[in-house]
Nanobody, 125 residues
Framework: QVQLVESGGGLVQAGGSLRLSCAAS????????MGWFRQAPGKEREFVGGINWSGGSTYYADSVKGRFTISRDNAKNTVYLQMSTLKPEDTAVYYC??????????????????WGQGTQVTVSS
C-alpha cells in the first residue's frame, strides 16, 4: 500500500515558478513508476509527465516540455514537479500517482493504483 500527499500548490503570476512535492509512504515507493496529472474545471484528467523507479527516465507532455521537470528522491520517498514559466492554462488541480507493479511511467490514468488528494495551482495573467 502506498499513500501519497501533494503539497506546494498556490497562486502565482504568469511567468512564475512553483515546486510541487509528493510525499509517499509505503515500502513499494522506491520501485514504483510515478506520474503527475492535472485536471482543470470541466476537463478530463491530463497526463503531465512521469518518472521511472530510479529517476533515470522521465517523460513530459508536449504542453509542458521544456518548462516542467520531474525528479525523485527515493531516500526521502518524495517526487517533485518543478514548474517554471507558468501560464494561465496551467491552472488546475495537480495530482501525483504511483503504480503498484509498473517500474516506469505511463500516460494512462488507469495504469496507476494510488493517487494523492491533489493540490491547486492557479496562474494569474
Amino acid at each position: 500500500q502506498v499513500q501519497l500527499v501533494e503539497s506546494g500548490g498556490g497562486l502565482v503570476q504568469a511567468g512564475g515558478s512553483l515546486r510541487l512535492s509528493c510525499a509517499a509512504s509505503g515500502r513499494t515507493f522506491n520501485s514504483a513508476g510515478m506520474g503527475w496529472f492535472r485536471q482543470a474545471p470541466g476537463k478530463e484528467r491530463e497526463f503531465v509527465g512521469g518518472i521511472n523507479w530510479s529517476g533515470g527516465s522521465t517523460y513530459y507532455a508536449d504542453s509542458v516540455k521544456g518548462r516542467f521537470t520531474i525528479s525523485r528522491d527515493n531516500a526521502k520517498n518524495t517526487v517533485y514537479l518543478q514548474m517554471s514559466t507558468l501560464k494561465p492554462e496551467d491552472t488546475a488541480v495537480y495530482y501525483c500517482a504511483a503504480r503498484r507493479y509498473g517500474r516506469t511511467w505511463s500516460s494512462n490514468v488507469d495504469a496507476y493504483d494510488y493517487w494523492g488528494q491533489g493540490t491547486q495551482v492557479t496562474v494569474s495573467s
